[in-house]
Nanobody, 124 residues
Framework: QVQLVESGGGLVQAGGSLRLSCAAS????????VGWFRQAPGKEREFVAA????????YYADSVKGRFTISRDNAKNSVYLQMNSLKPEDAAVYSC?????????????????WGQGTQVTVSS
């Protein structure tokens, strides 16, 4: 079992930045692939970014490429999402997910463990 807790969400003006954190406990987190997903009211869950177990491989949705950066610190059992140049359309509940896997996983249905999510609001 892996427990995930997100933090770092909040209200920011368009063009601003936020850094989300996903803290894990329970198992050796370094064996897990991790993804960030978001869901806005009335919309489907959307893939944002993913990172491999070692951090050596990352993958981004086109909508955030060049603005968001996913990273991890396995010594701290944490994964981060640095979000820059935020737009109103980035507003959503952001959740991290994990699966015991040493590659990159994009689709949300593949992940086994989820955090409760953190709200990101972007004012125009």
């Amino acid at each position: 079992q892996v427990q995930l807790v997100e933090s770092g969400g909040g209200l920011v003006q368009a063009g601003g930045s936020l850094r989300l954190s996903c803290a894990a406990s329970g198992r050796t987190f370094s064996d897990y692939a991790v993804g960030w997903f978001r869901q806005a009211p009335g919309k489907e869950r959307e893939f944002v970014a993913a990172i491999s177990w070692s951090g050596g491989t990352t993958y981004y949705a086109d909508s955030v490429k060049g603005r968001f950066t996913i990273s991890r610190d396995n010594a701290k059992n944490s994964v981060y999402l640095q979000m820059n140049s935020l737009k109103p359309e980035d507003a959503a509940v952001y959740s991290c997910a994990a699966k015991l896997y040493r590659g990159i996983l994009v689709h949300h249905t593949i992940y086994d463990y989820w955090g409760q999510g953190t709200q990101v609001t972007v004012s125009s």
